[in-house]
């Protein structure tokens, strides 16, 4: 409704922009994301810790740990993940890349940062297993949203939360 009430010319602007950013952006040769740039800038960075590789479902998943600014290390974008029942299998993800990445570099970490759904603990599970031959492998611990009530809570999420528990010092 917005773009509708816009002037003729705006919308022109933004088409053209959108048509732009379309053709221009692509995906980084070493993590896979976005980028206009054969490296995307978190690649390019030579501040970053090199051995310490988080891997995401999808550029979005990387956006949001970025606006953290807590995470130092790499990503590997695999581009989605494993679910049989929409036909998306290994072959179809950055998965033979991650592998052939860390294989290839002295990395000592990889993070799982991925969706704590069926789809996402699979792709774990079998990233892990692939991956620990190579290096070590963590997932980011899952549990209560700040905020929240523990009544409120499903099964699944409180019992994530009491295993992801840590010592308080």
Do not use: W
């Amino acid at each position: 409704m917005h773009l509708l009430r816009q002037p003729e010319h705006k919308i022109h602007e933004f088409s053209k922009a959108l048509l732009e950013a379309r053709t221009k952006v692509g995906q980084c040769k070493s993590c896979f994301h976005l980028s206009e740039a054969d490296e995307c800038e978190i690649c390019r960075n030579p501040q970053r810790i090199k051995d310490l590789i988080c891997v995401v479902a999808d550029s979005r998943d990387l956006i949001a740990l970025e606006r953290t600014r807590e995470f130092k290390g790499h990503y590997h974008v695999l581009g989605g993940l494993i679910s049989p029942m929409d036909g998306i299998g290994p072959e179809m993800l950055q998965i033979p890349s991650l592998i052939k990445r860390v294989d290839q570099t002295s990395t000592k970490e990889v993070i799982l940062a991925l969706t704590p759904s069926v789809e996402g603990d699979t792709t774990s599970l079998y990233l892990a297993r692939l991956l620990k031959p190579f290096t070590s492998v963590t997932r980011i611990a899952y549990g209560l949203p700040v905020g929240s009530e523990l009544e409120y809570a499903d099964d699944v999420t409180l019992t994530r939360a009491l295993e992801g528990r840590q010592k308080m010092e």
